[in-house]
């Protein structure tokens, strides 16, 4: 597999969705596999809430494989031998793109508190800016879980000609109540550490760590299945040996301190805080009229939306919204329920009817 | 589906229709509509291998269980709702009939008939009849609520559907004069346009 990293240079100003604007922005990029001559084989891949463009493949020694390297590679289900495929950092994350830890040109400082609202429909703004740069004038397949699925819904709706396919995974149309007060929680939590100051912690040199931590470890549950955690750990007694802290008892308290401070270690919290209300706003909707059925009908891409049975977060009801709403609008679509033992997270391992599914849907023909 | 059959069902359908096949299998059926007949079709199935089929077939297709989900599909403006071999697999097939005419103008429905000569025969050898539209054992088959053709068609004049068209064939798939003079016996299976 061919693996190319590289940083791209946007230069002219973008403004956003919220009618500010950045003067100028910075993709951190990721592509697999090889463009072929009529630049028909692209697919891009879009990174969820705490993702990143690193997909697929291992780039350095000890390095981790790719969050999705068990579907992306050679002879895999997007099959890097037949596509080329395009992974990316969004804007305001941060893992290479700009965003709240990059500098603003203007003060010289990074951004970040001050920087910008993003969307979901600026995301694809700044992908279809990558796309032209690539010289690719249509997607094979645009594809993602979670928020990563609402960009390919969304690629669908603002650029109905630009692509062919979308696989919308463990996604809605828009996030539910509950999902958004988990996200405030999470922010509340975040903003309460008192290395935050106002979200210009650079500049007084600290990291508000124990928030984003703390944030994480109740975004972990979330992201898990009830039945997947207690097969797991159970109430396994943690050893004492590989606590991470005094007070652990079970195994699972000690798991979620792991994950949290791995994730506080290499996450921004001004990222966090961005890309949580990027997905609570995210309504394409809501530009039709509120009406669902309005919105897909330009649609010429065909979808495939799937949800997986454990998945508490984003359950089943969210994708079948959609395909129920694209039935009325009379576009192609495809509803699939997949049995996933992760809960949410299921979106981002390999499992036999998922590979098959989205690999027949990617070769599957108009 | 057998090619008369097939034929028939195809014939049926209007150019450009929207139609929703409930129990789609593989979406071959809607496959060759689109093709000769330009229609906008859905297919309903909950079996993962059957919607593979269709997802590779390029067929849209829903996952989900007809007993539960046919009420949800009234309000999309479907012209033609197809129901081929599958109202006997269903738990509730009164309630599904009533559902499905308003889901759509008109309905193909086709039904293996039970009142056939040959299961009759089986049954009278003592045994649970098999045959080509019936070929499961009894202790495979998804068969729940199977009826003959006498049956179903007074299923249809208690509650007063329409039956426009229907057609008798044998287990070769072919009309004849013993099917149509006595298709409660001679037929092996039965295609209605419902409307």
Known sequence: MNVVSKKILFNEPLTLGSGEMLPGFELMTETYGELNQEKSNAVLVCHAFSGNHHAAGIKEENAKPGWWDELIGDGKTIDTEKYFIVSLNNIGGCHGSTGPTSISPKTEQAFGAGFPEVSVSDWVETQKLLADHLEIDCWEMVVGGSLGGMQALQWAISYPDKIKKAAIIAASSKISTQNIALNEVAREIIKKDECFHNGDYLSHGETPSKGLKAARMLGHITYLSESNMSKRFGRKLQDPLTKMDADINYEVENYLQYKGEQFAKTFDANSYILMTKAMDSFDPAKNFDHDLVKCLKSIQAKLLIASFDSDWLFPKEYGLDIQMSAIKAGIDSTYIELNGEYGHDSFLFYSNDYSVALKNFLNSNG | ?195
């Open chain 2, 1 to 195: 589906m057998d090619k008369i059959l097939q034929t028939i069902v195809i014939d049926w359908i209007p150019d450009k229709a929207k139609v929703v096949d409930f129990g789609c299998g593989d979406g071959a059926l809607l496959k060759i509509l689109a093709e000769e007949k330009s229609i906008l079709g859905y297919g309903v199935e909950n079996d993962p291998v059957k919607i593979n089929g269709c997802i590779k077939n390029g067929v849209p297709v829903i996952q989900q269980d007809i007993d539960e989900c046919i009420q949800h599909y009234r309000d999309m403006d479907f012209d033609v709702a197809i129901m081929a071999s599958s109202i006997q697999c269903l738990k509730k097939p009164r309630n599904a009939m009533q559902n499905i005419l308003k889901v759509a103008n008109e309905c193909v429905i086709t039904l293996p008939n039970f009142g056939n000569w040959e299961l009759r025969a089986g049954l009278l050898r003592g045994k649970m009849p098999s045959s080509v539209q019936l070929p499961a054992k009894w202790y495979e088959t998804k068969n729940l609520h199977l009826c003959t053709i006498v049956d179903f068609e007074e299923l249809c004049n208690e509650e007063s559907f329409n039956i426009k068209k229907k057609v008798y064939l044998n287990n070769k798939g072919a009309s004849s004069w013993l099917t149509n003079t006595f298709p409660n016996l001679f037929a092996a299976e039965a295609v209605y346009l419902i409307g």
